[in-house]
Nanobody, 112 residues
Framework: QVRIVESGGGLVEAGGSLRLSCAAS??????MGWYRQGPGKQRELVAT???????NYADSVKGRFTISRDNAENRVYLQMNSLKPEDTAVYYCTVNRGLNYWGQGTQVTVAS
């Protein structure tokens, strides 16, 4: 069983920054990343990063968000800058090792 612990969510004003962190138990994961689900919306990709460091971002966050990971600690981070009200969502950490595992989510609220 993989245990995933997310932290770093909160309330921030538009234009502000937040940094999300995620720690996953077990051995190294192939891909780690973040998804989000806004009010009344479907869950969507935010960013992913492979073990080798290849990243993928949703168009809506390119240039504002940066994903990184620490393979030795099995941690993945999401630095979010220039936040907008439409970034308001529950952010979920996900890791992949054959199967996808999900965290419980952390709320990010951006006030206009």
């Amino acid at each position: 069983q993989v245990r995933i612990v997310e932290s770093g969510g909160g309330l921030v004003e538009a234009g502000g920054s937040l940094r999300l962190s995620c720690a996953a138990s077990g051995s190294t994961f192939v891909t780690m990343g973040w998804y989000r689900q806004g009010p009344g919306k479907q869950r969507e990709l935010v960013a992913t990063i492979t073990r080798g460091g290849t990243t993928n971002y949703a168009d809506s966050v390119k240039g504002r968000f940066t994903i990184s990971r620490d393979n030795a600690e099995n941690r993945v981070y999401l630095q979010m800058n220039s936040l907008k009200p439409e970034d308001t969502a529950v952010y979920y950490c996900t890791v992949n090792r054959g199967l996808n595992y999900w965290g419980q989510g952390t709320q990010v609220t951006v006030a206009s």
